[in-house]
C-alpha cells in the first residue's frame, strides 16, 4: 500500500512539475549545437531552426486559443483568421506606416483585436450551428477582401506589406536576433496555455464545459449563454490577435494568405489532430501540423521525390497531399487525437508480456 501511494505521489508531482521542465528544456534549445539528421536542416541553434521552431510555438499557441471555441465552448468558427490576420496587419501598418513604437503598436493592436472579436462575436453568436460557422466565414471573407484590395493604401494589397525594421527595437532584427524572436514565441505560448488553462479549470470554464454538452441546461441554472459564449469568443480572438503580432515580427511583414479561411481549417485540422478539449493535445497538433506543412515542402522539391516515378512523384511533391493523407490516418486510427495516443496504448501495454526478475 505504501508503495502505491508513494507511486501516486510521483505521478501527481510528474503531472505538476512537467510543464515547467518542458518550458525550461524549450527556453535552453537554443544553446544547443545538436544536429538532427533528417528532422532540421542544421543544428538546433542555427537561426533557420530556430524560427521554424517559433513559427511552430505560434501556432500551437493559436491552436490551442482556437480550441477555447472549439474544443472547450463548441463553437465551430470558420472566422479565425480574421483576428490572426489582424494581429500580423495592426502591427505592420502601426509600425510601418505611422510609425509607432513596437510596444504601442502592439498594445493598440491587442485592444483593437478584442474590440473587434467583441463586436463581431456580438452579431455572429445571434444564431447558432452552422449559421453560426457561416456568419464568421462572412466577416472573415469581408477582411480578406479589404487587405487584397489595399483598403485606404495600408495592406499593400496582394504584395503584402514588408515590416519597416527602423522602427523596431535592435534586440529584435537581423538573423543573429532570431533568438531573441524564438523566446518571444515560447514566451506567447506559455501565456496562452496559462491562460486557457486557468479559465478553464474555472467557474467559468465549467460554463463552457456545459454549453458545449448542453446550452440549454445552463439556460435552466439561470445562466445566459450567450454571454459566456461572447466572453470565450472575445479572449479566443484576443489571443489570436497576440500570434498575429508575434507572426508579423518572425516572417517580417504581412502578406494576404494570413486572411484566407484556409487557415482557420487548418486551424481545426491541428485542434482535431491533437484532440479537441485535451489539455496539450491542441499544442501538439499545431506545432507537429505546422512542422509537417513547412518540412513537406522542402521534401516534395527534393531530389529524392523528384527521382521516383511519376504516379509517385506527383502526389508527394504536394505537401498539402501528404498532410491530408497523415490526417486521415490519424483520424482513423486515433480518433481522439494525439492527447490519446497513450490511453489507445495502454491496453497494448498491458497486454505484453513483462519480464520478471529471476529469484535467483
Request: include cysteine; hydrophobic fraction near 50%.
Amino acid at each position: 500500500m505504501t508503495g502505491r501511494s508513494e507511486g501516486v505521489r510521483w505521478r501527481s508531482a510528474l503531472r505538476t512539475w512537467s510543464p515547467l521542465l518542458v518550458l525550461l528544456l524549450f527556453a535552453v534549445l537554443p544553446y544547443s549545437t545538436v544536429s538532427v539528421p533528417g528532422i532540421f536542416d542544421g543544428p538546433v541553434n542555427a537561426p533557420g531552426t530556430l524560427q521554424l521552431l517559433a513559427i511552430c510555438l505560434v501556432f500551437g499557441g493559436l491552436a490551442a486559443g482556437y480550441d477555447l471555441l472549439f474544443g472547450r465552448t463548441g463553437m465551430l468558427s470558420f472566422g479565425h483568421a480574421l483576428y490572426f490576420a489582424a494581429g500580423v496587419y495592426g502591427t505592420d501598418i502601426l509600425v510601418t506606416r505611422a510609425g509607432l513604437p513596437l510596444w504601442q503598436a502592439a498594445l493598440l493592436t491587442l485592444t483593437g483585436g478584442a474590440v473587434l472579436a467583441a463586436l463581431l462575436g456580438a452579431v455572429a453568436l445571434r444564431t447558432a450551428g452552422i449559421a453560426f460557422a457561416m456568419v464568421t466565414l462572412a466577416f472573415a471573407q469581408v477582411g480578406a477582401i479589404l487587405v487584397a484590395r489595399d483598403f485606404g493604401g495600408l495592406t499593400g494589397g496582394e504584395e503584402g506589406l514588408p515590416l519597416d525594421v527602423s522602427g523596431l527595437p535592435a534586440m529584435l532584427v537581423g538573423v543573429a536576433n532570431t533568438v531573441n524572436l524564438y523566446w518571444l514565441a515560447l514566451a506567447y505560448l506559455a501565456v496562452v496555455v496559462f491562460v486557457v488553462h486557468r479559465v478553464t479549470d474555472s467557474p467559468t470554464g465549467r460554463v463552457f464545459a456545459g454549453l458545449r454538452d448542453d446550452e440549454r441546461r445552463i439556460g435552466v441554472l439561470g445562466l445566459d449563454p450567450y454571454r459566456f459564449k461572447l466572453v470565450a469568443f472575445t479572449l479566443a480572438g484576443t489571443l489570436a490577435t497576440g500570434g498575429g503580432v508575434i507572426y508579423c515580427l518572425l516572417v517580417g511583414g504581412a502578406s494576404p494568405h494570413v486572411t484566407s479561411s484556409e487557415l482557420t481549417l487548418s486551424l481545426l485540422v491541428m485542434v482535431v489532430l491533437g484532440g479537441p478539449g485535451t489539455r496539450w493535445g491542441t499544442v501538439l497538433g499545431g506545432m507537429l501540423y505546422m512542422y509537417l506543412d513547412h518540412r513537406l515542402t522542402a521534401f516534395g522539391a527534393s531530389s529524392a521525390v523528384d527521382s521516383l516515378p511519376g504516379v509517385l512523384s506527383g502526389p508527394l511533391s504536394q505537401p498539402l497531399f501528404v498532410l491530408g493523407t497523415v490526417f486521415i490516418l490519424a483520424v482513423y486510427f486515433f480518433p481522439g487525437g494525439l492527447a490519446g495516443l497513450a490511453t489507445r496504448l495502454g491496453p497494448l501495454r498491458t497486454a505484453l508480456p513483462t519480464r520478471r526478475p529471476d529469484p535467483t
